[in-house]
């Protein structure tokens, strides 16, 4: 029952997710993302292609952004994942989150929270990105509602009010 | 007081916190105890008969619910318009990926190898994949000429009109399938029990249609069936009708296991069995005077519908309205049908057969222009319709609306005249040579013709004791703005802030029947309903003498609670009522089609690089007349994303298909716009208003879908002088157009007048 064909045996990892250690048994080839929203519960992160291509289940892996459909669990042993849920330990979150909502950043929210985490690898790079960074940056992650300009007003939005404090 | 400030100002998205902080529920985020996984065992050839199912002896079955179509306690079709399409085949097949055996276990690894171990051996039968074989009739797939549905729309005499004529322009244009992409794939979880029934939990659009399917596929009465929607993860018309069948496949996996039961698509299965926008192939004739006005002509409209009628016949309806565009035609025959293919059936998606017939009238005026000699800016003021005229349906417009205003103003923002002149210098040389064109289009808003009246949507308002008023609809968010624009309205007419207005989760249960979540009725339709719903608390308030007038919300929570202190509870309900003035003959095809249009034109401006044969967008202004704009932010939201949808259909999205089965099942293979891809969409709106709906609100979410394909292509040809008759255009498309021998026939039908 241990064992799944090509996974591996079950094994123990350390992960720290949003700054809180977590043991977690799991095959090792067993997605980063099935772990974050089945055993963790951590369901802001979304499946949306399972292939990488989406960007809907972005998380910060060691401020990486990854797709966590494309990381195997072992890999993110010893790591430290940033999820949307991550909000209270990441000062970014909150002014991006806000500006999201002014703007109209988020609409059916299901590539939202990827968007955001793209949102804030993105302004740690490049506190003040120009329009090009910001499409550059956000390249990754699709969102099929808003043809991004008011995603792209955001995160302008949320990087002058950073700056600005 | 706020009640000045809340309708026309972009207040926060009801859910809009939730959504930004991942805290919003989507179904595939829920799990109940016991649950087991669903997964559905599919057809892998086109049309044939089941001679036998066979599992793989290495499989411990009996650890797995199997279902098959024997196990439909009531009748084995998806209930929508005709009933033709089964929930799981049990004899023939006439798809791919059609459905005929469901299995679950709680395991998904167990469940996914389960599936591969299931041999369905066929008797095959001759498929037809393309429209000309449909209509060839050769082979017969559905009923006995393979026609789903056709109209005929007449206008004037239109065979008189040739002689006159000094122009006879031909042409004719295709468009393919588009997948809608959602970024959330479909997916539900059922729960049965013998006392309460079935219970549903999904990613959809209309919680009714769903309903309604259940019953008949579950042989339960209405009170036994429970629809409610999770948080939905885009939709654009794909979760209109697909919604009852991975809900039926569910809730019969859990009448069997008597165990809740999800079943959530991987985006592979999503993108090959769930539907499609229904590819169409357009013919025009026109007949133009020699200055540039259209006399009259013939339009005939053709779409796929895939295997089964679904919704084909309502898409073709819709289609066929707005064959005629926004010009005024003397006379005009339409004549439209939807055939069957042996490929998914095609289905709801956002402009809904509107995007496809104006892709062809667009690309036809621009054509009607070059034969003539006149600009594409002169030939469409020539014909544009004007109040007082008749539409091709005999729709006299009683708008005011001034297409040459909204034309003028298209052209002043896109900096039209001089890009134009810019353009043809700098073309001359280079390989990358630049565009511009444009798009006039009118949306109509709601179900078309007597579909209100028939939908006889209701609507409530219940105000609890501690004065906070929920709205309840069936109408559905998925990402549009329902609940905020619903609050809105809701909000401005109790005189109440915007925070004291919520919306009710759409469960059957609940709310009543507001009609489904389509054809940019919302705001609309279901928005004057919420306005009378909400007068109508305040006149009973008013009328047993609990509040007066200018009231305080403190005053209306007191008197809230009074009045529920006495008699219970505080609900009140408006049901829609058909304005005495709207006429349409369904026979004749003929009358008011819409209560009212929105009304647009679109400018685009592209570069097409001769070395590489890609097309890209490098700047898009956008131009409605929508009615009144109830939240700025959310309405510039459809617009840029409706455009970037028809972006995508015009120039990325190409679903590739072999033997009626897409093969590009994967976000990889078939591309959708991504940040990089996109040009400014810049957007602007005038308001006309509207006596139809809340405040004055047309429908919006459709509109943008129509404009941007043609006024793309049209750039194309203004760029390389190449006409290009099919989207979409993808650079190997334009590399076939560009041969020399799709040269030389291209000149020749040009020499003789057609397209």
């Known amino acids: ?165 | 007081m706020q009640k000045r400030h809340i309708v026309g100002v972009s207040v926060p998205r009801k859910e809009g916190w939730d959504k930004v902080t991942g805290e919003a529920r989507y179904v595939d985020d829920m799990v109940l105890p016991g649950m087991l996984y669903g997964a559905t065992v599919r057809s892998n050839m086109p049309r044939g008969k089941i001679r036998k199912i066979s599992f793989d002896p290495g499989v411990a079955w009996d650890d797995f619910v199997l279902v098959t179509a024997k196990d439909i306690p009531g009748k084995n079709y998806i209930a929508l318009i005709l009933d033709d399409q089964p929930c799981l085949a049990s004899e023939t097949v006439n798809h791919p990926e059609e459905p005929i055996l469901l299995l679950a276990h709680a395991d998904r690894h167990k469940l996914r190898k389960a599936v591969e171990s299931v041999s369905i051996e066929y008797e095959p039968l001759p498929p037809v994949h393309t429209m000309e074989e449909s209509e060839q009739q050769s082979t017969i797939i559905w009923g006995t000429d393979n026609t789903f549905k056709s109209y005929l729309v007449e206008k004037g005499d239109v065979d008189t009109v040739w002689k006159e004529a000094a122009h006879i322009v031909e042409g004719e244009y295709f468009t393919g399938a588009q997948e809608q992409l959602y970024i959330e794939n479909n997916g539900v979880i059922a729960v049965f029990d013998p006392e309460n029934g079935v219970t549903v939990w999904g990613s959809l659009q209309c919680p009714y249609y769903v309903h309604k399917a259940l019953m008949a596929l579950c042989g339960l009465p209405e009170d036994k069936i429970r629809v409610v929607q999770m948080e939905t993860g885009g939709a654009f018309g794909g979760k209109e009708e697909y919604p009852s069948m991975i809900a039926g496949h569910a809730a019969l996996l859990s009448i069997k296991s008597g165990r809740p039961v999800k079943i959530v698509y991987d985006r592979m299965e999503d993108m090959v069995a769930t539907t499609k926008r229904h590819p169409s192939r357009t013919r025009h004739r026109t007949a133009v005077s020699k200055d540039g006005k259209i006399l009259g002509g013939e339009i005939e409209f053709t779409i796929d519908g895939g295997a089964y009628a679904t919704l084909s016949s309502v898409v073709l309806s819709r289609g066929t309205i707005h064959a005629g565009g926004p010009y005024y035609w003397p006379s005009v025959r339409i004549r439209t049908k939807a055939l069957a293919t042996n490929t998914p059936p095609h289905g709801a998606f956002r402009g809904f057969g509107a995007p496809q017939s104006l892709f062809a009238m667009e690309r036809h005026m621009d054509r009607i222009a070059q034969v003539v000699g006149f600009s594409s800016v002169e030939v469409r003021r020539r014909n544009f319709l004007k109040p007082g005229q008749t539409t091709t349906t005999q729709q006299v417009i009683r708008e005011k609306i001034d297409l040459n205003h909204l034309l003028d103003r298209a052209l002043e923002l896109s900096d039209y005249h001089a890009k134009k002149t810019r353009f043809v210098k700098e073309n001359k040389v280079g390989m990358r040579k630049k565009g511009i064109g444009i798009a006039a289009f009118l949306h109509g808003a709601g179900f078309t013709g007597s579909g209100e009246r028939y939908l006889n949507s209701l609507v409530g308002v219940e105000a609890g004791a501690d004065g906070n008023v929920r709205v309840l609809v069936s109408s559905a968010e998925f990402g549009q703005g329902t609940n905020t624009v619903l609050c809105q309205i809701g909000a401005d007419a109790l005189e109440l802030p915007y925070e004291s207005v919520a919306i009710a989760q759409p469960d059957t249960t609940v709310v009543p029947n507001s009609g489904p979540t389509v054809a940019s009725r919302t705001a609309m339709i279901v928005g004057k309903l919420v306005q009378s719903a909400a007068q109508g608390i305040k006149d009973t308030l008013t009328k047993t003498g609990l509040l007066g007038d200018n009231y305080t919300p403190e005053q209306f929570c007191a008197a809230c609670r009074d009045y529920i202190a006495v008699r219970g509870a505080l609900k009140s309900y408006a049901r829609y009522e058909a304005p005495g003035d709207v006429y349409w003959d369904d026979e004749k095809y003929r009358g008011e089609a819409y209560a009212a249009f929105a009304w647009a034109v679109y400018v685009a401006e592209v570069t097409v690089d001769l070395t590489t044969y890609a097309v890209t967008v490098d700047d898009f202004v956008a131009l409605q007349e929508v009615g009144k704009v109830l939240h700025p932010v959310l309405a510039e939201g459809q617009i840029t994303g409706g455009v970037a949808q028809a972006i995508g259909f015009a120039l990325y999205e190409k679903v590739v298909w072999q033997n009626g089965r897409m093969i590009n099942n994967q976000i990889t293979n078939y591309i959708m716009p991504t940040s990089v891809d996109l040009p400014p969409i810049r957007v602007f709106f005038e308001e006309l208003g509207n006596v139809y709906g809340a405040h004055g609100a047309k429908g919006i979410g459709e509109l943008p879908m129509d404009g941007p394909a043609p006024a793309i292509v049209n750039a194309v040809e203004d760029a390389i002088g190449v006409r290009i008759h099919s989207i979409p255009l993808l650079p190997e498309d334009l590399f076939e157009a560009l041969r020399p021998e799709s040269l030389e026939q291209n000149a020749l039908s040009s020499a003789r007048g057609t397209a």
């Not at chain 1, 977590?22 to 997605?31: G, N």
Request: hydrophobic letters at 45%; aromatic letters at 2%; charged letters at 20%.
């Open chain 1, 1 to 165: 029952m241990n064992s799944l064909p090509g996974m591996g045996a079950k094994c123990e990892f350390l992960i720290a997710v949003n700054g809180e250690t977590k043991m977690v048994l799991a095959h090792p080839m067993e997605r980063l993302l099935d772990v974050l929203r089945n055993q963790l519960r951590l369901t802001g992160t979304k499946e949306g292609c399972g292939e990488g291509e989406c960007g809907s289940c972005s998380v910060l892996l060691d401020g990486m952004l990854v797709n966590s459909c494309l990381v195997p669990v072992a890999q993110a042993s010893g790591a430290s994942i940033v999820t949307i849920e991550g909000i209270s330990v990441h000062v970014l979150m909150s002014p991006l989150q806000e500006a999201f909502l002014e703007c109209g950043g988020a609409q059916c929210g299901i590539c939202t929270p990827g968007m955001i985490l793209a949102a804030v690898h993105l302004l740690e790079k490049k506190p003040e990105p120009a329009l090009a960074d910001i499409r550059e940056g956000l390249a990754g992650n699709l969102c099929r509602c808003t043809g991004y300009m008011q995603i792209f007003e955001a995160v302008a939005k949320a990087a002058r009010r950073r700056v600005a404090k």
